[in-house]
Each structure stands twice: as structure tokens, then as C-alpha cells.
């Protein structure tokens, strides 16, 4: 079983996604709590992971019709809807975002068309997937049922919010046995239904306790954690560098080569 090693975008950057994006295996586009909102912004974004040849997956702010099929008609390759908590949820989402007979998606849409030309819409059902979030213990007590619906591709498991739902102390690392146990309940009911599992995996244990169980898609990284990683071990090699500077005499090089401007 191949795994994806998904990229989480969350700041509006199509000049990041065209500087890194290409090292993952599909982009996670967050539309929900990121900082990409609106139209042509997230347009941008999908469009950045098309030209470097990149699956977008966009998570829409709710269940509003209107931003799944946004999404849809700027050609996003998976929809991710969050807080998706009953098999009633589910079967509403796919009459969005699916065509006739499956669902009731409008035919339309200026970029699918100019992309694919007005046919589209004959493999749109199997091209564009539907991904519903799993975020509560509601939703994990519907786990069977949201998988079971005809039209969702896929389910990804909502860490933060179901740990917050537990009335987990958000400030403190999510128990990891509690973790593991949620994911397999997803996992064991996408494996059942032939659908696509997602988890987000904070470390290298996570990552490999998440590919054994049987999770295909892992979110692995974010741009946010990068820059913050990243900026962090710059300016602490700057400080060791300068303080190491003033334990040490002086080049005579360079003190020799100060006393000539004088």
C-alpha cells in the first residue's frame, strides 16, 4: 500500500506551495482555520499545486453548499468537509458534491471547463473526491455509517477538536493511546469500504504507528512549523556563533588589518 505524505498549507503562498510543494505527495490547502479565505485566494493556491503537478485538497470553512462547490468548480481535487458527525451528514454532502445520479452538484464552473472542456462532469464523480472530517465522539459512535455512504471518498480524522470534545487539556500533548485508538476505528472502516483513510502525525513515532495501522494519506508537515522550526535554529546558531566570538581572541588578521584604517 502506497502512503501520501500530504503538505498542510495554511498561510496564503502560492510562491511557497511552487518552493516546496513538490517535495510531498498531495497539498492540504486549509480553508477552515488557515488564512487563505475567499475566492480568488484559494483559486491562487490550487492553481500553484497544479502547476508543480500536485493533488490539491481543500477544507472548506462548513457544510455550505456553496463552498463545496467553489472549491469544486476551481478544480480542487478532494473537498475536505469538517465536523462531519452522522450517516444523514454524509449522504448531505455527497447530493453537493457529487453529479447525477449520485448526487445533485450544478454543472458548471469557468476552470473545470476551460481545463477539461464541458464533459467534465462524466468523471468528475471519481476525479474530485469528497473527504469527510471525523471530529467527535459522535461522529467516531458513525464512524461504519459515514464510510458506508456511496460518494465519500475518504475520512480524515480530526485530532484536535475530538481530543477537545474528551475534554482533553488543549495545552498538553493529545494522549497518544487515545489517538492510535480513534485512528483504527477510522482506519478499520475505510479498509472496509474500500475508502481513503487520512491522519495528521506530529513526529516520527506518530508516522509510523499511523502507516501500521493502514492510514494512506498522512499529513506530515506544515509551512507554519517549518518557518517557526526553521527560524528558531537560525537564531540559535547566530547566538552561539556570537557568543563563541567573545570567548576567543581576536584574529590577528583582522586586528592587524583594524589598526591600517587608523
Known amino acids: 500500500?502506497?502512503?501520501?505524505?500530504?503538505?498542510?498549507?495554511?498561510?496564503p503562498s502560492p510562491g511557497v506551495v511552487e518552493r516546496i510543494g513538490a517535495d510531498w505527495d498531495w497539498i492540504w490547502l486549509d480553508g477552515q482555520h488557515g488564512e487563505m479565505a475567499g475566492y480568488e485566494t484559494m483559486l491562487q493556491m490550487v492553481r500553484a499545486c497544479h502547476l508543480i503537478r500536485r493533488p490539491a485538497y481543500v477544507r472548506v470553512p462548513g457544510h455550505e453548499a456553496a463552498w463545496t462547490s467553489l472549491a469544486l468548480d476551481m478544480d480542487a481535487d478532494?473537498?475536505?468537509?469538517?465536523?462531519?458527525?452522522?450517516?444523514?451528514?454524509?449522504?448531505?454532502?455527497?447530493r453537493r458534491a457529487k453529479f447525477?445520479?449520485?448526487?445533485?452538484?450544478?454543472?458548471?464552473?469557468?476552470?473545470?471547463?476551460?481545463?477539461?472542456?464541458?464533459?467534465?462532469?462524466e468523471k468528475a464523480n471519481d476525479a474530485n473526491k469528497l473527504i469527510c472530517q471525523i471530529e467527535s465522539p459522535e461522529a467516531l459512535a458513525n464512524v461504519e455509517a459515514i464510510a458506508s455512504t456511496p460518494g465519500v471518498d475518504g475520512l480524515f480524522l480530526g485530532p484536535d477538536d475530538l481530543m477537545l470534545r474528551r475534554g482533553h487539556d488543549m495545552l498538553k500533548p493529545p494522549p497518544k493511546e487515545s489517538l492510535v485508538a480513534a485512528a483504527k476505528l477510522v482506519v478499520d472502516a475505510c479498509l472496509?469500504?474500500?475508502k481513503d483513510c487520512i491522519?495528521?502525525?506530529?513526529?516520527?513515532?506518530?508516522?509510523?504507528?499511523?502507516a501500521a495501522l493502514g492510514v494512506n494519506y498522512i499529513v506530515a508537515g506544515a509551512e507554519a512549523g517549518f518557518l517557526s522550526e526553521g527560524s528558531k535554529r537560525a537564531i540559535g546558531l547566530a547566538q552561539s556563533a556570537i557568543a563563541r566570538s567573545h570567548e576567543q581572541s581576536p584574529v590577528p588578521e583582522l586586528a592587524t588589518a583594524a589598526k591600517a584604517l587608523y
Request: charged share 15%; hydrophobic share 40%; proline share 5%.
Open 100 to 121: 447525477p445520479p449520485l448526487g445533485n452538484r450544478s454543472f458548471g464552473g469557468r476552470r473545470v471547463i476551460d481545463l477539461h472542456g464541458r464533459g467534465y462532469f
Open 78 to 94: 478532494a473537498v475536505i468537509v469538517p465536523q462531519v458527525d452522522s450517516g444523514d451528514q454524509a449522504r448531505e454532502l455527497v
Open 192 to 194: 472496509a469500504h474500500g
Open 199 to 210: 491522519c495528521v502525525a506530529t513526529g516520527s513515532e506518530m508516522i509510523a504507528l499511523y
Open 1 to 11: 500500500m502506497k502512503i501520501n505524505l500530504g503538505l498542510c498549507m495554511m498561510y
